[in-house]
Nanobody, 118 residues
Framework: QLQASGGGLVQPGRSLRLSCAAV????????MGWYRQIPGKQRELVAT???????NYADSVRDRSFISRDNAKDTMYLQIDNLTPEDTAVYYC??????????????WGQGTQVTVSS
């Protein structure tokens, strides 16, 4: 399973760092990523990172965010700077995982609320 943390209430212009850890009977974690969803809208990609650190960002966050991972800890991080109210959403982490039975699955975290407001 994936355990996400780091959401909360943040003032506009400030930064936020989200974490997502893959825990349990895991053999290897491949691609990881962050997605976000606003009520009434489709879930959208924020950023992804491959195991070899190839990164991809949505245009809306490209110039003010950084995604990283620690493969030894099966953990991913996302920092977004200069937050605006438009960043308010539930953020979900995703990972493509090979478990200890060598079965490949897509894992989703439980979602963490990020609210940008003064």
């Amino acid at each position: 399973q994936l355990q996400a943390s780091g959401g909360g209430l943040v003032q506009p212009g400030r930064s936020l760092r989200l974490s997502c850890a893959a825990v349990g009977a895991i053999f290897k974690v491949f691609d990881m990523g962050w997605y976000r969803q606003i009520p009434g809208k489709q879930r959208e990609l924020v950023a992804t990172i491959r195991r070899d650190d190839i990164r991809n960002y949505a245009d809306s966050v490209r110039d003010r965010s950084f995604i990283s991972r620690d493969n030894a800890k099966d953990t991913m991080y996302l920092q977004i700077d200069n937050l605006t109210p438009e960043d308010t959403a539930v953020y979900y982490c995703h990972a493509n995982v090979l478990d200890d039975q060598i079965r490949e699955s897509d894992y989703w975290g439980q979602g963490t609320q990020v609210t940008v407001s003064s």
